[in-house]
């Protein structure tokens, strides 16, 4: 909804990771081992993927989006941002309940052709449909069961929590309430980008 709204360029690692492991890169494989039992994969393997991004991809204005994960990221992000003088904006903490996390993993598909994001009930009727985009087929992402996500929470809290406090302290912070539907999340997300 970003890059349509703003023609804002959006950059996910967990998106370009995926990449990696459908064309069998070593560093897919070996982030694989760590995102399929819910861990995060190391700083260095992330920043070197933002950063060739940010070399390839030349516009003024993007959108990251599950990164920076760690203090050591959000350090790193800090260094390569300053580099090309295009100092960070802003930091959006999408603050959800486990309830509604727990149900949103069960319901969320991709599509194994164009990396769409979907969810049962929301854009597709059932798990057996194809995907609303390219008609691809669609698959449960390998991380997206109960025990998995137990960890990438404990990850979360340990790793990524103190984050909200690190964006606080440069006033960057902007907490939405994320429990909400997709319209009225992107809503509040809008008029903090246009403030
Ligand atoms: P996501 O698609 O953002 O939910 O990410 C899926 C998985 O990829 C995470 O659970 C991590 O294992 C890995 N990953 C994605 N982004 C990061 C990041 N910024 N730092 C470390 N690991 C990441």
């Avoid at 003024?60 to 260094?79: H, M, Y």
């Avoid at 090309?84 to 509604?100: G, N, R, S, V």
């Avoid at 727990?102 to 979907?118: P, Y």
């Amino acid at each position: 909804m970003i890059q349509a709204a703003f023609q804002i360029e959006p950059a996910s690692p967990g998106a370009m990771l995926r990449d990696e492991k459908k064309a069998g890169t070593p560093l897919g494989i070996e982030a694989d081992r760590l995102t399929s039992c819910g861990q995060l994969v190391p700083d260095r393997m992330i920043v070197g993927l933002v950063e060739s991004w940010l070399e390839k991809n030349h516009s003024n204005a993007f959108v990251f989006d599950g990164f920076p994960r760690t203090i050591g990221q959000a350090e790193a992000l800090e260094e390569l941002l300053a580099r090309l003088a295009k100092p960070l904006q802003i930091a959006f903490f999408l603050d959800a309940d486990f309830e509604t996390i727990r149900e949103r993993v069960g319901r969320r598909m991709v599509c194994e052709t164009c990396g769409n994001v979907v969810a049962i009930g929301l854009h597709i009727e059932t798990a057996e449909d194809r995907c609303p985009r390219c008609g691809g087929r669609l698959h449960r992402r390998n991380d997206d069961d109960e025990e998995t996500l137990k960890r990438r929470m404990a990850e979360y809290r340990e790793k990524s929590e103190p984050l909200n406090s690190h964006y606080a302290g440069l006033g960057l912070l902007r907490r939405i309430d994320a429990n909400r539907i997709p319209a009225e999340v992107f809503a509040d997300i809008s008029s903090a980008i246009e403030a």
